[in-house]
Structure formats: structure tokens, C-alpha cells
């Protein structure tokens, strides 16, 4: 019997953001690249840290292999420790039935054994595709306050974006009595996101009665938190103020990244008392040569920076040759950018080279049709040939040389 | 590859007095270079990236900071069940702190008695430099050697602190050995790199103990040249041999040419340093920043140019720095005016502040200062 934890956090990190494309196709959504050196992971499992969360359950399932490797023993978030710590949980084989995970509450029914083992009060319930900062803790003890079931964090969205997210209407004293999946006529401003505290006991009892019913899709959203509601129980939403964006696209994956190079920007990195802890490359500090220009920009480790660059994230051991620009744009880590290769409104992924006078992307502005602009994306390991135009919106494949618009 | 058959021995206090600024809070092997590391960094990573997996580190004074810094060892993957780190401060009581290289390895003769590995790696921690001890061994293997040393060949370093040179046969044996000779231009003089056997250096060590002779250089090397097999190993690469303030801020200086680069972080043997968790460095609207080392953590919106930014320094707006060192989380003002300074951490340098020193000269601030 291990001693008994509080909390326990159990974090969805299986799907597959297909919405990402390329970037998600030979890894999972949270471990997509953000920030110049985190992965999406490092912000709930952070959070969790300093929450004072110890024991956290990171369900698996699509692409695990980069994922598992980057927790490893969790030693970079200070989990590798002696009774909780981080542990990752893909669905296994049982007697004669084996069972991929059918839907988020479903994930965590077949984890009930890993969750009773520490006994837990709680457990928290998160996605591995948000970027926030938050306290779990605080959000814990208006559980307990309010004597609540279930508690749904929530943000105010405006009143026109309100259709495109999960909407909780809420009595006086913010319990909730309505569900509302993404309304065309919003009754409230409280959108959810996706961050669940459950009395663990109560929890245990819906996702049982959850799974013995055939006709669910085992989903939190659309069967469980209905049933809980419908069977009375006490619901709360639990508002937050602050920073929290769904990176579930590329155009928000490539604004979120953006939200940091803004000086007002409201997600702060650099404070100590909050930090976001990854896993930390081995690499000398950036280099930025005679000639370069570099501004309002991120750069990590082990860049080497000889070209202008303005508004871009670098992440570590990026290569950016003299006379190459980079415009609002995103390279991840050991691309490199050649001589004279222009990168504008775009996503290189890991180890992409552009060669000597390539174009990848361009500006709003520059785009006749504007309805045809967008965020341009490069896989991992591909070549883009000299020369070659990859144009706005256009995703290339993983790992292939491009040369399409060569002269 | 780990699990060679090499022990590592790192003296990181040697030589403090050298650079008493920079060591009247720390030891040696904990004065910051290079942007994110400490001299330390370098030689225990060589050992690391040569397969040593087990490593003393043997210290005397001031050693809180380096402590901090190496913690576990995790960061240099030393933290292990077999093997491992160990960090060993001075033993017998407080009447008998060791002065002396001997006297030390004296002192840590029962951690040399319980390991296992039959050759033994001794480096001290102010020379920079990227080099696989491996290499060392093989050519003490192919010489048949009692104690390779490790020379190179130039000038020696100005201010070094008795620095030996050797005379040496065509097959590299060490014929004659002079410390600190009156002799001008290119020479072969020692790198404090020695390998040998460990039993063989707990014998020898016992000897110079047992005849109260207790100087390393000429009791236990000078002493022994005729007796023992002393062969003399080239290291070909690039060294920094930081023994002065000058030459502290020189070689910082001299990360700004891609090949010492190239050579010093050679991406096959890296060198590790302890985790801060900082953010990417972040430049400003208004940031220039040109020809200089940045490491993660630092806020620029000023003009940066020929400098070395180590973690967390903040370049406030307007702020002008020129061929300038910053330590860790020190914060430069708006509109300051920084040129040859060398300024250690935590300094608080407000507004409008105009500090310049010379190439040869640069100005010095301590750490924690507020200016």
C-alpha cells in the first residue's frame, strides 16, 4: 500500500491533434514544440508541481514513443520522486479483451486501480493541449469549499467567440445548471477549459455506471458531466483569470508563440516563483554575429544567428545564415535557415533545412487573395531546395525535398 | 562509452589566489564562464565524455557555491548507485588542513584505497579547454608510462603560478623538468593533467608524506624523473589558462571566434553545466545586439556588442555594453553605459551609470553590488 496522496492529477495526453497535420504527424499533441524550448506537456505538468501535485497519471495513446522518452522519469519537473511522481499509462492488455482508450473518461476508468492505490480525495483532471499558468491548489480548496462534486475551471471568452467553445451557465453562487457545447445563442460568457476537480469517490461511481452503459461514447464532455448534472450533484465552474489559450490549430499553436514576444503580453516566462520546467538541452549559449540583427524575438541555446530576425521564436540550435530573414515566423529545434532564404508567417519543424534562397510563407499583406493567407508549415527533416517558393497556407510533408517554384 | 577503467581526481581550488577577485566567494571551480557555465564544468564533463564515471572532487575553501553547483551530479549524469560524484572537503580535524597538492591527495588516500579503477585522472579546474583523457591513456598504455603528463606547446600563459616545463625525449619521455624557469617564447609546459596508475600514486604519495616533503611539483614529479617512467602527452587543442583577471577576460572574450567555439563545445563531447529552467533569451523592440555569447534567461532591449551575457541579465532600454562580461542575473539600467567592465552576479547598475575600463584593465564589480 502506498501512502495516500490528496491529489492526484490525471492528465489526457493521447490525442491526436490532427488539426496540427504535419507537426503531429510522428509525434503526440503535447509534445508538440512551443516557446523556444518547452513542449505543451511542460505547462500542465509544471503546473502540477507547483500546485504541490505529486502524483500525476499521463494517459497515452497516440504516438507515445517522442512523448515517453521526453517524461522519461520526470526528473525535469522534479516527479522522479519516492512514492508519486509522474507515470505514464497506455492502455494495456486484461484477460482475453485489450482495449485502446475510447474516450477520455474511458482513459481514466481503465486507470481506476493506478488512482486507488493513493487512496486520493481528489483527482484533477487536465488536457495536454492548453498553455496557461495555474493553481491547481487554489482550484482544489474551491472544491472543498463549495462542498462540490465536480468543479470545471473556466475563462471569460467575448460574448462572439462564446459559439466556439463549451459554454457553462451558472446560477448566482456559480454552481452550474446547463451545459452548453459550443451555442449559437450563448446564454453565458463561461467557456470551459477542460480542467476538471472531482471528488474522486463520486468520480469512481459515474465512470463505473459510464462504462456499463453501451450506448456512450465515454467522453467527460459529452456523458459524464451531463449525468452528474442530471443526477443532481454539486457542480461548480471555477472562474480563471489569466493567460490560457488552446493550441489545437496551427494558427493558435503560431499566435500562442507569438503572446510571448508581445512586451504587454499577459504570460510572463521569466518569473521565478512560477516557473515552466522542461527538458534542458545540452548546448553552448546562442551566438549572435557582427551583422545580425535580432528583435523582439526568442532565442534559446545553441543558436547561431548571422541574419536579421523580427518577431520569431528560435528554438535550440537553430542556423540562421547571413542574409537569411525570418519574419514572425517559428523554427524549431536544429533547423537551419541558409543565405538569402526568406521565412515569413511560418512553422519550421525540427531539423528542416531552408536552402540558400528559398521562400517559405508570406505576409498577409502580400497575399492578393487574402482569404488564401495563412500560417506556412515545413515538416521535420525536410529539405526545401534553393530557391524553391513554398507559398502561404501550405503544409510540406515530413521528410521530403521540396522543390516546387524553383527557377 | 562509460565504464573505462580511469578514476577522476578535480582540485578546485587550486590557484584561488590568482584571480582573488573572482574567488573571494567561491572556489575556482565555481568562477562563472562562458555565459552558462563554471570552470568546473569543463574538465568534469572531459572526464564524463571520456567515460569516467566515477569523480572526487577535492576542496578546500569556499566551496558552498560549488556545492550548489554540482548538487548530485545529475547534470553530468554523476549521480548514480555505482560510481558516481563525490565531493571531498578537507578530513582530519580542523588542525590539519592540507596546503599542499600532496598533503590533499594524502588526505583523500581512503577514497583512493575504495575505488576500483586501476588508472587515475588528476586535473585542476582553470584551464578550458575540451580534451579526452582516453587519448591520454592510450598513449600512457603505448608508452608503458609510470605518469603521463599533459603539455602543450607555445608560450606559457603570462601570471601562471609556477608553471613547469619539460625537456623531452623524441619518444616523448620527460628528460628534465624546470618550474618556473626564466625561459621566453615557445616551450613545452604543463597543463596540472596527469594520469597514472592509482596504486602507483598512493605509493608515491605515501613516500613524499613518510619524508616530509609535501611540494607535488618537486617531490613528487622533479624528484622522481630519473626513477620513474614520466612521459609528456601534446594536447594539440585550444587551452585558456585563466591565472590572472586579464586572462579571465580575455578568454571569455575569445568565445566570440567560431573556432575556438567549434573546438570547446564540440557537439560530440559537450560540455554540461547545472539546470536553471530559464526561459530563451528575449530581445526587445529596441535590442542590437551583435558579435556576442547570450545565454538563456536574459532580457536585452539595449545595444549589446563584443560582450558575454550569462543567465537572467537583464539590458535595460537605451543601456550601451562594449566588450563587456555580465554574470548571471545582474541587471543593467536604462541608458547606462558599460565598456571593457567585467561585473559579477547579482549587480544592480541603475540608470544612466557610466562605467569604462581598458582592454588591458578592464573594471572590475563585485558580486551583489549596487552601483
Redesign the interface.
Request: hydrophobic share 40%; proline share 8%.
Given at each position: 500500500m502506498l501512502p495516500k496522496q490528496e491529489i492526484v492529477a490525471m492528465l489526457l495526453a493521447g490525442g491526436q491533434g490532427s488539426r496540427l497535420g504535419v507537426l503531429t504527424k510522428n509525434l503526440a499533441k503535447p509534445a508538440v514544440p512551443y516557446g523556444g524550448k518547452y513542449r505543451i506537456i511542460d505547462f500542465p505538468l509544471s503546473n502540477c508541481v507547483n500546485s504541490g501535485i505529486e502524483t500525476v497519471g499521463v494517459l497515452t495513446q497516440y504516438q507515445p514513443l517522442e512523448l515517453n522518452e521526453y517524461i522519461g522519469s520526470g526528473q525535469p519537473w522534479d516527479l522522479d520522486s519516492m512514492y508519486g511522481g509522474v507515470h505514464v499509462l497506455p492502455p494495456y492488455q486484461r484477460g482475453k479483451k485489450s482495449d485502446w482508450y475510447k474516450g477520455t473518461a474511458n482513459a481514466i476508468y481503465q486507470n481506476i486501480n493506478f488512482i486507488d492505490r493513493y487512496n486520493p480525495d481528489y483527482v484533477v483532471v487536465l488536457s495536454g493541449d492548453h498553455i496557461y499558468k495555474m493553481d491547481y491548489s487554489e482550484m482544489v480548496a474551491y472544491h472543498k469549499e463549495k462542498e462540490a462534486d465536480c468543479t470545471i475551471a473556466v475563462i471569460d471568452v467575448p460574448l462572439s467567440e462564446a459559439s466556439r467553445f463549451g459554454i457553462l451557465n451558472t446560477r448566482d453562487d456559480n454552481s452550474i445548471y446547463e451545459f452548453d457545447e459550443k451555442p449559437k445563442v450563448p446564454k453565458s460568457t463561461k467557456a470551459s477549459m477542460g480542467i476538471y476537480v472531482f471528488t474522486w469517490q463520486k468520480l469512481r461511481k459515474y465512470l463505473i455506471e459510464d462504462e456499463a452503459d453501451p450506448k456512450s461514447s465515454n467522453d467527460f464532455g459529452k456523458n459524464v458531466l451531463p449525468n452528474m448534472l442530471n443526477a443532481g450533484e454539486r457542480m461548480f465552474a471555477y472562474e480563471f483569470e489569466g493567460y490560457w489559450k488552446d493550441v489545437g490549430t496551427i494558427d493558435s499553436l503560431w499566435e500562442a508563440n507569438m503572446d510571448l514576444l508581445d512586451p504587454n503580453g499577459s504570460l510572463d516566462l521569466s518569473k521565478s516563483d512560477w516557473k515552466i520546467y522542461s527538458r534542458n538541452p545540452v548546448m553552448p549559449p546562442q551566438y549572435v554575429a557582427k551583422g545580425a540583427a535580432v528583435q523582439n524575438s526568442l532565442v534559446a541555446e545553441g543558436c547561431s544567428v548571422y541574419g536579421d530576425i523580427d518577431f520569431a521564436v528560435l528554438f535550440a540550435g537553430v542556423y540562421i545564415a547571413p542574409g537569411a530573414v525570418v519574419q514572425d515566423s517559428i523554427i524549431m529545434p536544429g533547423a537551419r535557415v541558409e543565405e538569402g532564404a526568406v521565412v515569413q508567417y511560418a512553422i519550421i519543424s525540427e531539423n528542416a533545412v531552408i536552402e540558400k534562397g528559398a521562400k517559405v510563407g508570406s505576409r498577409p499583406e502580400d497575399c492578393e487573395n487574402k482569404d488564401e493567407w495563412g500560417v506556412a508549415v515545413v515538416g521535420a527533416n525536410t529539405t526545401i531546395a534553393p530557391g524553391a517558393v513554398v507559398p502561404a497556407r501550405v503544409m510540406v510533408e515530413e521528410g521530403i525535398t521540396y522543390e516546387e517554384g524553383t527557377k | 562509452m562509460r565504464a573505462n577503467n580511469m578514476l577522476g581526481v578535480l582540485f578546485s581550488n587550486e590557484h584561488d589566489e590568482k584571480i582573488h577577485q573572482l574567488t573571494e566567494k567561491r572556489a575556482m571551480g565555481s568562477v562563472p564562464f562562458?555565459?552558462?557555465y563554471r570552470l568546473i564544468d569543463f574538465p568534469l564533463s572531459n572526464m564524463v565524455n571520456s567515460g569516467i564515471n566515477k569523480v572526487g572532487v577535492i576542496t578546500k575553501n569556499n566551496y558552498q557555491s560549488l556545492m550548489d553547483h554540482l548538487g548530485s551530479g545529475?547534470a553530468w549524469d554523476l549521480s548514480r548507485k555505482r560510481e558516481g560524484l563525490f565531493i571531498l572537503p578537507p578530513f582530519g580535524g580542523a588542525s590539519a588542513v592540507p596546503n599542499s597538492r600532496v598533503e590533499y591527495l594524502a588526505s583523500i588516500t581512503r577514497f583512493l584505497h575504495n575505488s576500483r579503477e586501476e588508472y587515475i585522472v588528476l586535473s585542476d579546474c582553470d584551464m578550458v579547454c575540451n580534451i579526452d583523457y582516453r587519448d591520454v591513456l592510450a598513449f600512457h598504455l603505448e608508452k608503458g608510462a609510470d605518469i603521463t603528463l599533459v603539455y602543450r606547446m607555445g608560450e606559457i600563459p603570462e601570471g601562471s603560478s609556477d608553471p613547469t616545463v619539460y625537456t623531452l625525449a623524441p619518444d616523448g619521455r620527460v628528460l628534465e623538468m624546470l618550474i618556473n624557469p626564466a625561459v621566453k617564447g615557445t616551450c613545452n609546459h604543463g597543463m596540472s593533467i596527469l594520469v597514472m596508475k592509482r596504486e602507483k600514486l598512493i605509493s608515491m604519495v605515501q613516500d613524499c608524506v613518510s619524508r616530509n616533503m609535501f611540494s607535488f611539483k618537486q617531490d613528487f614529479l622533479q624528484r622522481n624523473i630519473r626513477e620513474c617512467k614520466i612521459y609528456g602527452y601534446e594536447f594539440k587543442g585550444t587551452v585558456q589558462t585563466i591565472c590572472s583577471m586579464n586572462s579571465y577576460f580575455a578568454a571569455n572574450m575569445l568565445l566570440?571566434d567560431?573556432k575556438v567555439?567549434a573546438e570547446?563545445?564540440n557537439p560530440n563531447r559537450?560540455?554540461?553545466t547545472k539546470?536553471r529552467?530559464?526561459?530563451?533569451?528575449?530581445?526587445?523592440?529596441?535590442?542590437?545586439?551583435?558579435?556576442?555569447?547570450?545565454?538563456?534567461?536574459c532580457?536585452i532591449e539595449g545595444t549589446v556588442e563584443n560582450c558575454?551575457l550569462f543567465r537572467g541579465v537583464k539590458v535595460g532600454k537605451g543601456a550601451k555594453l562594449e566588450n563587456c562580461v555580465i554574470m548571471q542575473d545582474t541587471e543593467i539600467g536604462e541608458n547606462c553605459c558599460l565598456n571593457n567592465v567585467v561585473v559579477d552576479k547579482d549587480v544592480r547598475i541603475q540608470n544612466e551609470r557610466s562605467l569604462m575600463g581598458s582592454q588591458s584593465y578592464p573594471v572590475y564589480i563585485s558580486k551583489g553590488a549596487v552601483v
Open positions: - | 562562458g555565459g552558462r545529475k566570440m567560431p567555439r570547446l563545445f559537450p560540455i554540461y539546470v529552467d530559464d526561459m530563451p533569451a528575449r530581445y526587445g523592440l529596441d535590442a542590437k545586439v551583435s558579435g556576442s555569447i547570450i545565454a538563456d534567461g532580457v558575454v
